[in-house]
């Protein structure tokens, strides 16, 4: 069973990433976006992403890194389903060997 505050802690995640995507969408669905502006709202997710991720660049788990390290060699060389089925195997396997 789930407990209550973490649900709640999970609505709350939920409302509030909800919510940035309606107003971004509501903000500028009557407006047309130059190529510059386009290419930056192209590249936010990404950076979200990055945002996630980059504490575990340096983490003290040399799993963490070195499925890392493989996941983004799996992301230039092959599309995204490989990708991520690299990076969750690695994460895996790795977390089972070395800990």
């Known amino acids: 069973m789930i407990a209550l505050d973490s649900f ?3 609505l709350a ?3 509030a990433t909800y919510s940035t ?3 971004g969408f509501f903000a500028l669905r009557k407006r047309t976006l130059s ?3 386009t290419a930056v709202m192209e590249a936010a997710p990404g950076c979200v992403l990055i945002a996630v991720i980059a504490p575990y ?3 003290d788990k040399p799993q ?3 499925a890392i390290l493989l996941t983004a060699l799996a992301a230039s060389r092959f599309a995204m389903l490989p990708t991520v ?3 969750v ?3 895996g396997v790795l977390g089972y060997w070395l800990r």
């Open 21 to 23: 995507r309606l107003i």
């Open 85 to 87: 089925l690299v990076g």
């Open 8 to 10: 709640l802690l999970f």
């Open 89 to 91: 195997v690695s994460s």
């Open 35 to 37: 190529k510059r502006a």
């Open 64 to 66: 963490e890194v070195i």
């Open 13 to 15: 995640m939920l409302t």
């Open 57 to 59: 660049f340096v983490s």
